[in-house]
């Protein structure tokens, strides 16, 4: 059997993080057998589509390296075939028109409330009982096409993730296929385009699980195989409530913008509802080398922003120091700087790229290469320390302008001034970056340059 995912997104917003998930896993798992993954966008929600949703989901799955072998295919193209899927259906005797008004509906169901009862459809146009209770086809309502669902018995499948699942009939009544508009409803457009499309694995998230057995019924009345079915966890946020904005960033182009890797998102995503082992940190390739259904937990998985970050963290220090490079530059320019003014931004990004867990802060370290002025503040050291700066600036005035020989230096003249290397290095970091935190100090003065240290150094530094 050849392998057949797919992933069908609505286009009503952007690609979220649950969404971009799903579609992770079930791309993986199409990768890991040398089947095809498809991609389906579905636009029945005409209120809600945007071609700018669709554009964000295609920018946001092809930034995540996610690519699919076929489609994008969209449902409101395939009118006229859920038309004749559903005449099909009514042909067989397993659908049918219903007649029954909206009005006549919130009716029936707010009836059904006030006596305690489960608000649902009661069948009253199947053929047979609208024959029964005499009722005729009114002439101003265009009706819907209703399947008719199983009133006993169960419906059940084994799922992948979950194990087994059964619902008894009893609980469903008879699902909308075709509203009275002929767009398909949710449940009866994905059998058909699961069908069409050969789908053989279904991997959603778990709040479709009740979907499903209506799914499994239209496939029966069709006379066709199911796919099998795999139901992965949901997404919650650190308060155990489904993932929202309240939690932070929900959509994949969103990260991208604060600044993350899309490796580093992937390698997130994955580990978020399923593992392999311990282990923690692998690029995509090696993921869907080792991608299965069998170690998918049936738990809800947590997000968790620090977690992500430290994931970044990683792949920012491994990344190429050009590919950083051209993503630091446009945030360099953001903040007011001129990177072509200052050291090669390729060997600032080496040296500042462990230090930092996302592009923008990358490009916060950055900036102390590139400020044209700096802020040492009022100068708290005693006149020792003073004095020895003093005897650094001239010391460095003539030195061999190389990491090395500059750390020498300045052990040198700590030692002959009686100072700690840190009395010295501090102060030192202030004059010359206005920060007090930095990476080694001889390396930034390597990297800031002769002509830039000294002359901060002249600028900031009392002569008395």
């Not at 084994?158 to 508009?181: C, Q």
């Not at 200052?342 to 080496?350: I, T």
């Not at 800031?448 to 901060?456: D, I, K, S």
Request: charged share 25%; hydrophobic share 40%.
């Amino acid at each position: 059997m050849k392998v057949r995912t797919r992933f069908a997104p609505s286009p009503t917003g952007y690609l979220h993080i649950g969404g971009a998930r799903t579609a992770l896993f079930s791309w993986a798992y199409a990768r890991r057998h040398g089947g095809q993954f498809i991609l389906r966008i579905e636009d029945t929600d005409l209120e809600r589509s945007t071609k700018e949703s669709v554009q964000a989901i295609l920018d946001g799955m092809r930034w995540l390296g996610i690519d699919w072998d076929e489609g994008p295919f969209f449902q409101m193209q395939r009118l006229a075939r859920y038309k004749e899927v559903a005449e099909q259906l009514i042909a067989a005797g397993d659908a049918y028109y219903d007649y029954m008004s909206r009005e006549d509906l919130e009716l029936l169901r707010k009836q059904q409330v006030e006596k305690g009862e489960k608000p649902r459809y009661d069948g009253r146009w199947r053929p047979e009982r609208a024959r029964s209770l005499g009722l005729e086809v009114p002439a101003d309502v265009k009706p819907v096409v209703r399947f008719r669902t199983p009133e006993a018995g169960d419906v059940g499948w084994h799922d992948l993730v979950k194990g087994f699942i059964s619902f008894p009939n009893s609980e469903l009544d008879d699902l909308v296929l075709l509203r009275a508009d002929g767009v398909p409803t949710y449940n009866f457009g994905v059998v058909v385009d699961d069908l069409d499309m050969d789908i053989t694995h279904v991997i959603r998230g778990d709040d479709h699980v009740n979907n499903t057995p209506r799914q499994i019924h239209i496939f029966n009345a069709l006379g066709k195989e199911l796919p099998q079915f795999a139901h992965v966890p949901m997404i919650l946020g650190a308060d155990g409530e489904r993932l929202s904005k309240r939690h932070g960033a929900t959509s994949v182009i969103e990260y991208r913008n604060l600044g993350y890797l899309p490796e580093a998102l992937v390698n997130y995503l994955a580990r978020l509802g399923w593992s392999h082992g311990d282990d923690e940190i692998f690029d995509t390739g090696t993921f869907t080398r080792w991608f299965n259904l069998d170690h998918v937990s049936r738990s809800p998985a947590q997000f968790n922003p620090e977690k992500l970050a430290w994931i970044n963290q990683q792949y920012l220090k491994s990344a190429p120091d050009a590919r950083l490079a051209a993503l630091v530059e446009p945030e360099l320019r953001k903040r007011g700087a001129q990177p072509g003014g200052g050291p090669p931004l390729e060997k600032v990004v080496q040296l500042l790229k462990d230090r930092a867990n996302s592009v923008p802060q990358l490009a916060d370290e950055a900036m102390l290469f590139y400020e044209v002025e700096v802020n040492p503040g009022t100068p708290d050291w005693d006149e020792p320390v003073g004095a020895a700066l003093r005897m650094l600036k001239a010391r460095l005035t003539n030195s061999k302008w190389e990491r090395a020989a500059l750390n020498a230096a300045i052990k040198e003249v700590a030692k002959s001034s009686g100072l700690k290397m840190p009395q010295i290095a501090m102060p030192l970091r202030r004059l010359v970056t206005g920060r007090t935190q930095t990476p080694s100090i001889d390396a930034v003065l390597e990297l800031l340059g002769r002509e830039t240290v000294l002359q901060r150094l002249t600028a900031n530094l009392s002569e008395d």
